[in-house]
């Protein structure tokens, strides 16, 4: 089974420039979530979708960062314009409603903002 | 606020048994997961505790106690590919259903 695809793994971007990253879930986890990782810490939830809907994002700078998850599977993270803090690991995780509803993480993209 | 405290990093030798604690304080608690992710890679899920026990999974086990607000991993028979950082997360009951909130890791390096 394949697992969580992200795209790209790195990405180098001057500060005020747009960046786009994409997530493709395991085949039937209808949940996606993004997540924010800074060196040294824990990920930090930015978005949930249960299928096409966006049922958490609380936590999303919504002055800068836009998502969608069109048709219930892939989904994109956007940033525009970026800023110097933005620099982070974006991890893309799918789950299934089962009683655990672990989560299983792609490799991440590492954005480096200059 | 939620809270999730685990020891920055830790050491140990090829062979050996290793505790990671992780002690947390949060509202509406649903679940304790610990993850392992090794250096620019994802998190791999280890293991999941609801109730308060011990499960076992080969060479890692994972001890849940509520009522402590208290979990350990014990990774036994230590190999140098152990070397990685180990993530304990809470599920919580939230608005929006529930969320993970993860610790900020401990850093285990394995040595011969």
């Not at chain 1, 994109?76 to 672990?102: H, M």
Request: with cysteine; glycine share 8%; proline share 4%.
């Amino acid at each position: 089974e394949a697992g969580v695809v992200q795209s790209p793994r790195y990405k180098i971007i001057e500060k005020k420039q747009p960046v786009a990253f994409w997530c493709n879930p395991i085949s039937g986890h209808n949940t996606l979530y993004w997540y924010r990782q800074n060196l040294g810490q824990g990920p930090e939830l930015l978005i949930r979708y249960e299928n096409e809907e966006a049922v958490d994002d609380s936590q999303l700078p919504k002055d800068r960062f836009s998502a969608e998850r069109l048709k219930g599977v892939d989904s994109t993270l956007k940033i525009q314009p970026a800023e110097l803090g933005d620099s982070a690991v974006y991890l893309c995780a799918s789950s299934q409603r089962t009683r655990a509803e672990t989560q299983y993480f792609g490799p991440g993209t590492r954005l480096l903002v200059l | 606020g939620q809270n999730i405290d685990q020891p920055t990093e830790m050491t140990a030798t090829e062979g050996a048994i290793v505790q990671i604690n992780c002690t947390y304080q949060t509202s509406g608690f649903n679940g304790l997961f610990w993850y392992q992710q090794h250096a620019g890679e994802a998190p791999t899920f280890l293991s999941y505790n609801v109730l308060d026990g011990l499960e076992e999974k080969g060479r890692f086990s994972s001890f849940l106690s509520r009522s402590k607000g208290y979990s350990y991993l014990l990774l036994k028979e230590l190999q140098m590919k152990d070397s990685a950082s180990y993530l304990c997360a809470v599920r919580v009951y939230n608005q929006a259903g529930t969320a993970l909130i993860f610790g900020k890791g401990t850093t285990l390096s394995v040595s011969s």
